[in-house]
């Protein structure tokens, strides 16, 4: 997924003088056609990310469309006041893409796990967030992103990640996309474990449980949401990130809002710091963000309803 984001940057880039890449303390082979062929739209720096938000922030002022790479904690922790302020006050094109979106960085601990970044993005105005499936998704995602007015936040998987969108999904930012339809229970669920929604939807035998992959979680595709989950019974989140202030936090207040209460659970980490360091699918299995637990949560809603 992140090798396809990059390449992405590069096509678009050859097809578009706007378009501008910022790495912080990349690898150096990182887009090294880029460099080479567009050596005064390619700049790579050091570890100091909150001024290259600003920088990027300033260059986006003067009419360039600015994608900036780093890792996903350094990006929304290390640099929330500059992406609040030059980013998002001035509402310029800046992309944050940013890597190890989730749990993937397990081997490094707690300070490298970017399990709060969309609660913290989604408190600010103009600001979007995306989080594609797969590196398919990606591709049509990237194509999206030129002309999208405000800055975005693209979270990236670890990459390798299963095929699991159609090849005749017609991408845009914002929409919600329904991969399976039901009407006894409806799975939301987005990035890579619409993956995991999707096993569990098939193992549940019997019975229609639908999957809606939200690959944009703000701004949030409320009516569809709304239409999608019509009578159904049950409705359950599942993200691989903080149910505080995340995916699931958005829907159930879109549907408190709206007066739609169905039996709701929302699944993801936890109001804590992820305690253990190991394997991203040994951590999805520690919270239970897996399909099994997504399933058996379902039946045991059903059996209280």
Known sequence: MRQTCLNMVYELAKQDP?????????????????????PERFFMEGVSEQSIVSMCAGLALEGKIVYFNTIATFITRRCFEQVAIDC?????????????????????????????????????????????????????????????PGPIYIRLGKGGDL?????DQQFAIGKTFRFRPGTDAVIFSTGITTRVALDAAASVIGRQVGVVHVPTIKPLDGT?????????????????????GGLG?????????????PRFRRLGIPD??????????????????????????????????
Not at 231 to 237: G, L, N, S
Request: aromatic fraction near 6%; charged fraction near 15%.
């Open 163 to 167: 095929i699991v969108t159609p090849d």
């Open 224 to 244: 569809a949401i709304l239409e999608y989950v019509g009578h159904a019974p049950v409705v359950v989140t599942i993200e691989e990130g903080t149910v505080s």
């Open 249 to 261: 936090s958005a829907i159930a207040e879109l549907l408190l809002e709206a007066g739609v209460t």
């Open 88 to 148: 998002c006050l001035h509402n310029v094109p800046v992309r944050l893409i940013g890597s190890g979106g989730g749990l993937v960085y397990a081997p490094l601990g707690p300070t490298h796990l970017a399990t709060e970044d969309i609660a913290i993005f989604r408190a600010l105005p103009n600001m979007t967030i995306v989080a594609p499936a797969d590196a398919n998704e990606m591709r049509r995602l990237m194509l999206a992103t030129v002309n999208h």
């Open 18 to 38: 706007r378009v501008v890449f910022v790495g912080s303390d990349l690898g150096i082979g990182t887009l090294k056609q880029f460099k080479a062929e567009m």
């Open 272 to 305: 804590v710091f992820p305690d253990q360091y190991g394997s991203q699918a040994s951590l999805l299995e520690r919270y239970e963000i897996t399909s099994t637990h997504l399933s058996d949560t379902i039946r045991r809603l059903w059996a209280n309803s």
